[in-house]
Nanobody, 126 residues
């Protein structure tokens, strides 16, 4: 059974930084697309950043380019999302998601993925 555990959410002032972690089990970590998505009540879910772990292909939403960085540690089966220069618009619940054998980070973030974590809350105060 695929299982994802997210951590690292919290409260931060605008301009600050947070690092989210997503540790997976129950799937072939090195041959999957893993991504971070966020959702605010009343708005559509947004693909924030995704990575295809087989070759490191990455995708970033326009709103996060230059501020967020996604990386994977295949040995630890963990994907990180480093979020810098946070803005109040980044406030949301962030979800980690995964699907095996997806090679494209773009299609992962745009199309969504198969298995989802519980989500962590990120609140940025202006």
């Amino acid at each position: 059974e695929v299982h994802l555990v997210e951590s690292g959410g919290g409260f931060v002032q605008a301009g600050g930084s947070l690092r989210l972690s997503c540790t997976g089990s129950g799937f072939t970590f090195g041959n999957a697309a893993i991504g971070w998505f966020r959702q605010v009540p009343g708005k559509e879910r947004e693909g924030v950043s995704c990575i295809a772990t087989a070759h490191g292909d990455t995708y970033y939403a326009d709103s996060t380019k230059g501020r967020f960085a996604i990386s994977s540690d295949n040995a630890k089966k963990t994907v990180y999302l480093e979020m810098n220069n946070l803005k109040d618009d980044d406030t949301a619940v962030y979800y980690c998601a995964v699907e095996e054998r997806v090679k494209s980070a773009v299609s992962a973030c745009v199309g969504g993925l198969e298995v989802w974590g519980q989500g962590v809350s990120v609140t940025v105060s202006a």
